[in-house]
């Protein structure tokens, strides 16, 4: 089965932002990531609802929310109105991680947790069975263009692993220093999904980046 390619507008042009939703609406992205970060869970600020509400209008892709934020259950109805398909939580951000799912749910979203890179997967027993998705971090949140975590190859077997014995349906997502070369080998150890920002946009080709991540 062919992977599921997200690429992160983190990455793309934000003068000419319509221009990089109109290329991902041609390519063959299945969907459109979405960083949002609060400067409190990660050192940065990226954009909010008043400009992804625009994004909402011009992406025809599914949007892939990921949440770099503290207590991103007080937005779920802002992520609810973008019409997002999935909404990303942090593990480290929620306490009440159970909850949270279930909130994300009853909004009529599919739920995804994400994993830091020095979060062990072995955290997520107790949740594995409630989420349509894992999403771990390959780099430390809250910029793009960093340098893959290698160990990140070994969290995906340890995952597919943790996921087939429990018999859950969660996919695998993968975020950070995602390119042609990474990525093959993150499909190889059971990866499901991978989100790419710079691989994509600094590309000189990058619908044909999205082919040829997509065709890995
Ligand atoms: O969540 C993120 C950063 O926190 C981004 O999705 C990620 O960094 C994508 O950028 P790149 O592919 O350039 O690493
Ligand atoms: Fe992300």
């Known amino acids: 089965m062919k992977p599921i390619i997200a690429p992160s507008i983190l990455s793309a042009?934000?003068?000419?932002?319509?221009?990089?939703?109109?290329?991902?609406?041609?390519s063959e992205a299945d969907w459109a990531h979405i960083d949002i970060m609060d400067g409190v869970f990660v050192p940065n600020i990226s954009f909010g609802f008043p400009v992804l509400k625009y994004v909402a209008k011009i992406s025809k892709k599914p949007l892939d929310v990921h949440l770099m934020i503290v207590q991103p259950e007080k937005f779920i109805n802002e992520v609810k109105a973008l019409g997002a398909h999935t909404m990303n939580v942090h593990f480290e951000a929620c306490p009440h991680l159970h909850r949270v799912v279930q909130q994300i749910r009853e909004a009529g979203m599919q739920p995804a947790v994400t994993l830091n890179p020095a979060t062990p997967v072995a955290m997520l027993k107790d949740i594995i069975q409630d989420v349509y998705m894992v999403l771990l971090m390959s780099v430390n949140p809250g910029f793009g263009g960093q340098k893959f975590i290698e160990h990140t190859v070994e969290k995906v077997r340890e995952l597919r692993a943790l996921i087939d014995s429990t018999g859950s349906k969660a996919l695998i997502e993968v975020d950070g220093g995602v390119n042609l070369e990474t990525g093959a080998r993150l499909i190889a150890a059971g990866a499901d999904a991978l989100v790419a920002g710079s691989a994509v946009f600094a590309a000189p080709d990058p619908e044909g980046m999205i082919h040829s991540l997509k065709n890995l």
């Open 13 to 26: 042009d934000f003068a000419y932002l319509a221009k990089d939703l109109e290329m991902l609406n041609r």
